[in-house]
């Protein structure tokens, strides 16, 4: 995995989702988070930004208007989405916001998605 291309995929990525964020489009702004995610990189730096980059999204969306925002979602999405949610427990940042996303996500997703979530091999 070329370091350099994922730090700049990421910076790319983080310059859409502050237009989108600003611009009041915060389930536009999780989605473009959501994109080309640093799976394969050992940079923690470009990890932890990635991951705090989702959970900004995440926090902006109304607790009403989540069910909203994931009912589109693919589980493939919703996989990824719950790998960040973990991410972001782990960092100890928004975690009331997090957890109930994290409800949220179960209930669509399954548990089957935590299963995935945790057991795969390429971490965020």
């Known amino acids: 995995v070329d370091e350099g291309a994922c730090k700049e995929a990421l910076d790319k990525r983080e310059k859409a989702v502050n237009q989108a964020i600003t611009g009041g489009d915060f389930p536009g702004g999780l989605k473009l988070a959501l994109q080309d995610p640093p799976l394969g990189t050992t940079n923690q730096d470009v990890r932890v930004a990635s991951a705090r980059l989702v959970a900004r999204c995440l926090v902006q969306i109304k ?4 069910e909203g925002v994931i009912e589109p979602m693919s589980n493939t999405d919703l996989d990824l989405l719950m790998k960040y949610i973990y991410r972001g427990l782990e960092l100890a940042e ?4 997090l957890l109930k996303w994290h409800e949220v996500v179960t209930k669509k997703a399954g548990i089957g998605c935590i299963v995935r979530a945790l057991a795969h091999k390429q971490t965020v």
């Open 94 to 97: 928004n975690s009331k916001e």
């Open 63 to 66: 607790e009403k208007d989540i």
